[in-house]
């Protein structure tokens, strides 16, 4: 915003008719007194816009090609953040093309940040910095997930990085390609090498009630035909993954991520062929009171069926056990 103000001021001191050759010390006077008045409103515009920017912390690296399917709205959120804060005339697409590739790379330049038109750590991190300080507390990165480099040749590897140690968490769990609801550290690393594009989903567990599952997405491209494989995927996680009844508010947390499907349904204890939520992040809590497999499928773009379970057991106490 503050730029279209320079100009625009820029524009305003050009016009003025200040003449030093035939204006009284009166007119001189008026003419400073204008130009005060002007600058004023503008300072006063500026900092309304300032004001009215939305306080927006990016949780996903964002990039070419991402979309708001794979990063739960916020490729369309940071458009309509950067267009508020000047840098750009896109409106929210949902798409990250590189028309927002040139707005980040101007916003990067404009605060000291290497102009890479990517926001990744760094750039979320000064984001979050300049942040308005009334955004709720909430916001806070609870697990943060990341992976490095999200788009890869077939054959090569990326790295998965998360951290929950900001949610005190007890215990974490990945999904996607090869990994089904396994256990990881808290905070960790670990090399993939997937095939086509997928979906990881990581989920941590603070051992009380809350839980936290962020996705992130891997593109693999298929260098022989220079073409992205894309296929529609499904990634089911579970946290925690055994539950005692005896616990007040015993419940697990079933997350789920889809990719170019059209449809996907929840079966198992009380749901039935239930539909819920396809191409984005899902969630449902349950409580089962004895040992439940819940299954979801989905259906592909073109006709695919995609199926997970997991499974959550009910671990029995001394004092659940009837006498």
């Known amino acids: 915003m503050h730029r279209y103000v320079t100009g625009f001021l820029v524009a305003v001191i050009c016009v003025l008719p200040v003449s030093t050759s035939a204006a009284t010390a009166a007119e001189l006077e008026a003419q ?11 300072s006063a515009q500026k900092s ?13 690296d964002l990039s070419v090609g991402r979309t708001d399917a794979q990063t739960n709205g916020q490729v369309t959120q940071l458009q309509l953040w950067l267009k508020a804060e000047g840098f750009s005339d896109v409106p929210g697409t949902g798409y990250y093309g590189q028309k927002t590739a040139a707005a980040v790379v101007k916003w990067q330049k404009s605060h000291g940040l290497q102009a890479v038109g990517r926001v990744g750590p760094q750039t979320r991190a000064k984001i979050a910095q300049l942040c308005s300080a009334s955004a709720p507390q909430e916001s806070k990165i609870g697990v943060e997930f990341s992976v490095r480099p999200s788009y890869i040749n077939l054959g090569e590897s990326a790295t998965l990085n998360w951290n929950a140690t900001a949610m005190n968490a007890k215990s974490c769990v990945l999904s996607g390609g090869a990994y089904k609801n396994s256990f990881i550290p808290v905070v960790g690393t670990l090399s993939v090498l997937p095939d086509t594009g997928t979906i990881y989903i990581v989920s941590c567990y603070d051992g009380n009630e809350k839980v936290q599952a962020v996705p992130e997405v891997i593109d693999v491209k298929d260098i022989s035909t220079n073409a992205y494989i894309i296929k529609p995927a499904l990634t089911v996680v579970t946290n925690p993954a055994k539950i005692t009844p005896s616990t007040p508010g015993a419940a697990a947390n079933i997350t789920w991520a889809s990719y170019k499907t059209t449809a996907c349904y929840l079966n198992g204890g009380m749901y039935v062929n ?3 939520t396809a191409s984005a992040l899902g969630s449902v809590i349950v409580s089962p009171k004895e040992t439940t497999m819940y ?28 006498l």
């Open 274 to 276: 239930q539909k819920v």
């Open 295 to 322: 299954t979801i499928y989905c259906t592909g773009i073109n006709g695919e069926y995609l199926s997970e379970n997991v499974s959550i057991e009910v671990v029995s106490t001394a004092g659940d056990r009837p």
């Open 48 to 60: 309304a816009a300032q004001a009215s920017a939305p306080c927006f912390v990016p949780t996903f």
């Open 32 to 42: 400073i007194a204008q130009l005060s008045k002007v600058l004023n409103q503008l």
